[in-house]
Structures are given as structure tokens and as C-alpha cells.
């Protein structure tokens, strides 16, 4: 009776701590496999989705930068109606000088030949610019599949740690009935079935809490996904993960990691681009050579209805012009321009070998938390397994009459901490394990995920 009504108690405690209100709640429950949460992130992600319409700017850069060597034909029309016209007296007559309508067709034609190198380089710039900002999404894309990654692996945490919880408080129950059987035998004092009723209570409160934690990391997760808040999710997967491909020593990890990040490609990108902008506003002190022609129709008439008017009327004329310019003096406009890109070009040199130093460290941390997890989950399995079997003595023991109470208790709690420890090397081994897939640049590669 009393281990029903106990039972009915946390059933409430862990409903309340863990189940969305019933109005809220949808009627499917989502399955999420970790390559499913990574796979919802990447579509609904609105910080992916930002830096890929970067991707797109960068590509209209490139069209943008094209155009200036490619030659331009504009097509110009217009049509003049001259109200009062000027007129001159000539052995006493008068005359009127032109006509009344003026009718105009006309094409223009511009080409840029020389331009100092400008041209070459600007495209060259555009192009460096587009692969800057592929490298900025795919390293974005790899920082939001490490996220999704760890936010799956803190709901398994959660999960795991109510159901050590729970099972801890299962056997403080059982602990109290088997309590309550020897007081009723009169093997047990009063304060044994008062200590062990309070172990109950105890046990209780520990796994309201893990249900609260499990219900703030689903939410976390759903909206790192684009879940929405009502969505009812349950995590398949399990914290056990695959090592395999990751590098065993730091070196080696070091080069893999200088070799694949895509924000290390980013940075080298970005200071080849600000040499070629040096080169840029070098060339604007350069000559400037273009080719341009026209080609104009005219026609004029005094029929206001230009019914008369036919094509054989309309004058042609047609024209080619070279324009050549070379920049003499500009106020040192130019030169403070060229001071302006070097700086850049030296600036992006010192961020490039920053991020290479840094990337070192953060590779040298990831490898050493990697292997101290791995320690501490090998360390974890033989104190849970020693700890079990500790509290099957003690259990015997204290039903013997051997061993007092304290030391049943102390070996429940020595295994709850056991099995507490172990299922957070666990996670710290995974969520290590992401972390150092990530700082290799192993989560940047691109897929169909568009």
C-alpha cells in the first residue's frame, strides 16, 4: 500500500516536472535521431539561412565585377516639339529656321580596354569575396551542427539522470517496506523505519529536478531545431558515440584542424583579397584607355502628325571615339587609398596567424578533454559495477543482521553516485567528442542541405 501510494506520488512529481500541459501538447510525437535534429536544424536554422543570402550577394558581386569588361550598348530616343521657332527677315520675307518636330534614334557603344589592371583585379576581388563567404556558411553550418549536437546529447543526459533518480528512489522505497516488514517483526527499532521513511522523502526531490531538466533541454533543443514549443519530441539515440576517424595525437590533429577549417580558409581568403585591393588602388594611378561609337538617326518634319514622314527621311550619322587618361595629380587622394589597403592586407596577415595560433590551442583542449572523458567513462563503468555489487552485500548483510542500516544507506548512495558520475563522463565524452570534430573542421563539409 504504502509503495503504491509513493509511486503514485512521483508519477505526479515527474508529470509535472517533465509533460507539457495537454491543451498544448500535439497529437505525433517526433521521433529524433541525432541525424534528424541536425538534418531540422540545418533547414529551419534563420543564421544558416542569413549567410547563405550572403552567398547569394557574393554572386551578384561577381556578375557586378564581369560587367566592366564587358562592352555596354544603350539605345537613346527622343522626340522635340518646338513651340515658337526663330525667325530672320531676308529681302522682306521671313523665315523660320528648323522645324517643328525634331525626332531622334540613337545608339551608344562603350568598351573598356586598359584600365590599369582595375578590371582583372576587381573580378579576381569578387571571386575571392564569393569564396569568403561559402567559407563563412560552411563554418557557420559546422558550428550549428556542434550545437545540435550538444543540445541532443544534454536531453540524453537529462533522460538518463531522472531514470538514475528514479531508480534510486525505487530502492529507497524498497528499502522502506523492507523496513516496515521487520518493524512489524520486531527486528527493527522505531529510527530504523523513521530513517528509512526519510530516505523516501529525500529520494524524492532529486527526480522532480532531473524531469525539470529533461523538459528545459527539450525545449532548448526544439528551438535550436525550429521546433515549435508544443511539438512532443522523444530522443532515440544514446551517449554512446563513434570515435572513429578522429585523430589519436595533437599533432596530427593540429594539421588535420589548420588543413579543414573553413573560418582558417575564410581568413586566408580574406588576406589574398586585400593584396589584390592593394594592387586595386594601385592601378587607379594607371592609364585608362576605352573605345566608344554612336549611332544617331535624325529626322524633322512640321507635320504635327508625322503622317508624312517615311524612313528615307530620317540623316544618319555615326561616330568612334578612343578616350585615353592619365591621372597627373589628385590631391594625394590615390596614395592615401593604397595607405588604407595595406593596412587592411597587414591587418588580415595578423588575424590570419591569431586564428592559426588559437585553433593550435583549442585542438591541444579538445584532444586532452577527449581523453580524459574517455578515462573517466572506463573509471565510471568499474565503480558502478563495484558499487552494485557492494549493495547486494549490504542488503544481505543488513537482512542478516550483520550490518546496520547507515551502511545500507551509505551503499545506495555510493551506487547512485556511482551510476550519477558514469552517465555524466558519458556525456562529457560525447559532447568532447563533438567539440573536437569541430574544431578539426570535420562538421564544415557541405552537403544538399540547400
Known amino acids: 500500500m504504502i509503495r503504491t501510494v509513493l509511486n503514485t506520488v512521483v508519477s505526479i512529481a515527474i508529470a509535472a516536472g517533465i509533460a507539457l500541459p495537454l491543451s498544448a501538447q500535439q497529437d505525433d510525437e517526433i521521433v529524433l535521431t541525432l541525424d534528424r535534429a541536425v538534418e531540422l536544424a540545418l533547414r529551419n536554422n534563420e543564421s544558416l539561412l542569413s549567410t547563405r543570402l550572403e552567398e547569394d550577394r557574393a554572386r551578384a558581386r561577381v556578375r557586378e565585377a564581369y560587367s566592366e569588361a564587358l562592352p555596354k550598348l544603350d539605345f537613346s530616343s527622343s522626340i522635340t516639339r518646338n513651340w515658337a521657332l526663330p525667325e530672320f527677315n531676308f529681302g522682306g520675307q521671313t523665315f523660320k529656321v528648323g522645324t517643328?518636330?525634331?525626332?531622334?534614334?540613337?545608339?551608344?557603344?562603350?568598351?573598356?580596354?586598359?584600365?590599369g589592371g582595375q578590371v582583372?583585379?576587381?573580378?579576381?576581388?569578387?571571386?575571392y569575396f564569393q569564396q569568403i563567404s561559402a567559407s563563412n556558411t560552411d563554418r557557420m553550418r559546422g558550428d550549428i551542427v556542434h550545437q545540435v549536437h550538444e543540445g541532443y546529447y544534454d536531453v540524453l543526459l537529462a533522460e538518463a539522470t531522472l531514470e538514475v533518480s528514479t531508480a534510486a528512489y525505487d530502492r529507497a522505497v524498497a528499502q522502506y517496506e523492507g523496513v516496515q516488514r521487520f518493524y512489524e517483526a520486531g527486528t527493527v527499532s522505531d529510527y530504523d523505519v523513521l530513517r528509512a521513511r526519510v530516505e523516501v522523502t529525500n529520494a524524492l526531490p532529486p527526480v522532480t529536478q532531473a524531469g525539470n531538466r529533461l523538459t528545459i533541454a527539450q525545449a532548448q533543443l526544439k528551438q535550436l531545431i525550429g521546433l515549435p514549443r508544443q511539438a512532443r519530441i522523444r530522443c532515440t539515440g544514446s551517449l554512446d558515440v563513434d570515435v572513429s576517424g578522429l585523430p589519436e595525437d595533437i599533432e596530427t590533429a593540429v594539421d588535420q584542424a589548420l588543413e579543414n577549417r573553413s573560418d582558417l580558409k575564410a581568413a586566408r581568403l580574406q588576406t589574398t583579397m586585400n593584396d589584390a585591393a592593394v594592387r586595386l588602388a594601385r592601378g587607379e594611378n594607371g592609364l585608362d584607355v576605352?573605345?566608344?561609337?554612336?549611332?544617331?538617326?535624325?529626322?524633322?518634319?512640321?507635320?504635327?502628325?508625322?503622317?508624312?514622314?517615311?524612313?528615307?527621311?530620317?540623316?544618319?550619322?555615326?561616330?568612334?571615339?578612343?578616350?585615353?587618361?592619365?591621372?597627373?595629380?589628385?590631391?594625394?587622394?590615390?596614395?592615401?587609398?593604397?595607405?588604407?589597403?595595406?593596412?587592411?592586407?597587414?591587418?588580415?596577415?595578423?588575424?590570419?596567424r591569431q586564428l592559426g595560433k588559437q585553433i593550435e590551442v583549442d585542438v591541444t583542449e579538445a584532444v586532452l578533454n577527449v581523453v580524459e572523458a574517455s578515462e573517466r567513462v572506463r573509471a565510471g563503468e568499474?565503480?558502478?559495477?563495484?558499487?552494485?555489487?557492494?549493495?547486494?552485500?549490504?542488503?544481505?548483510?543488513?537482512?542478516?543482521?550483520?550490518?546496520?542500516?547507515?551502511?545500507?544507506?551509505?551503499?545506495?548512495?555510493?551506487?547512485?553516485?556511482?551510476e550519477t558520475d558514469h552517465v555524466t563522463a558519458k556525456y562529457d565524452y560525447a559532447t568532447a567528442t563533438a567539440n573536437l570534430r569541430n574544431v578539426l573542421g570535420m562538421m564544415d563539409a557541405r552537403s544538399d542541405d540547400r
Open 290 to 352: 576605352s573605345l566608344s561609337a554612336g549611332y544617331l538617326m535624325q529626322a524633322q518634319v512640321n507635320d504635327p502628325g508625322f503622317k508624312s514622314i517615311g524612313f528615307n527621311d530620317f540623316s544618319r550619322s555615326w561616330n568612334t571615339l578612343i578616350n585615353v587618361s592619365i591621372p597627373v595629380f589628385d590631391g594625394r587622394q590615390n596614395s592615401g587609398r593604397i595607405m588604407q589597403a595595406q593596412a587592411d592586407y597587414e591587418l588580415s596577415r595578423y588575424v590570419e
Open 100 to 115: 517643328d518636330n525634331v525626332i531622334n534614334f540613337g545608339l551608344d557603344l562603350s568598351q573598356t580596354i586598359y584600365r
Open 120 to 127: 582583372g583585379v576587381g573580378l579576381r576581388i569578387a571571386r
Open 382 to 418: 568499474e565503480a558502478v559495477e563495484l558499487a552494485s555489487r557492494g549493495l547486494s552485500i549490504a542488503q544481505v548483510q543488513y537482512e542478516g543482521g550483520v550490518s546496520t542500516q547507515l551502511e545500507l544507506i551509505d551503499a545506495q548512495f555510493v551506487l547512485k553516485q556511482a
